[in-house]
């Protein structure tokens, strides 16, 4: 086991990615909290879950747009585990439309949950992983960041500037032992993209060059991955996970 005696907090850990998150690092040896927003009915199941297979977790309702909670809930873990190895930022949500169309709310929800939230749990854990001389940073951005989608204006802004600030913070405390990477992942099959999946399925898979969708483990196992001593010397990267779907497309 890659992580044991490790220490890590994801947000969004409730369903999708952030759930496969969650088990990944579980199974790897590490105690493991996440955060959700609304649905306690997923939290509490995903502990029960990890419980039953000897897994120690935590679930906390916290809003990642909420940077005060973010504060007193990492101060928390921290008090609680004497430490904080590892932070996934793994919460998002979308708010598509029409630039033209697009109010202020799904422009300023979207910038608060995506983007201030990196800002809000970074600030708040990284004091500790300095004092240590180790951490993992891993952000969940998006290819939408990199190639753009119509009516992403919104999303595509926070997952860009996502992978400009895992840039400038991996520079900023590579010396001190922590490691801050992004991985930037293509079509996976969560609640997120039901709609779309529903509407266009086929068409999309046509696109992708392993010719199927991602499942949140094929994000998770790089997470884990870059979670682990192994991946040491990798630091400021954004790893795209889309099986193939940006390569030499028009995306
Ligand atoms: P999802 O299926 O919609 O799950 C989202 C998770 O985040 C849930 O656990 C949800 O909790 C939590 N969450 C939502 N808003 C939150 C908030 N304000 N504060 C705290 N937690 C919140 O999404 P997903 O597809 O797994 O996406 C996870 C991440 O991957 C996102 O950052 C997304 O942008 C990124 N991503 C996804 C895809 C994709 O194809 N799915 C592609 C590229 C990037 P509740 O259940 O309580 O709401």
Redo the contacts with the bound molecule.
Sequence with gaps: MKLAGKTALV?????????ACVWALAKEGAKVAF??????E??ESLVKELELDQHEAVAIQ????DGAKAVELVDSLIEKWEKLDILVN?????RDGLLMQMSEENWLDVIN??LN?IYYYCHAAIRSMISARSGRIIN?????GRYGNPGQTN?AAT?GGIDGFTRCLAYEVGRRGITVNSI??????????EAIRNAAEKEITKQIAVRRL?Q?ED?ANAVAFLASDDAAYITGQVLTIDGGLTLGSGM
């Design positions: 947000t969004g850990g409730s369903r999708g990615i952030g759930r955060t959700y927003n609304s649905n306690v997923a939290a916290a809003n990642a747009a793994n919460a998002g949500i979308i949950t995506n939230s969940i951005s998006s290819v939408a999303y997952k930037a992942p293509g079509f996976i099959a969560t609640d997120m993209t991602g949140p994000i």
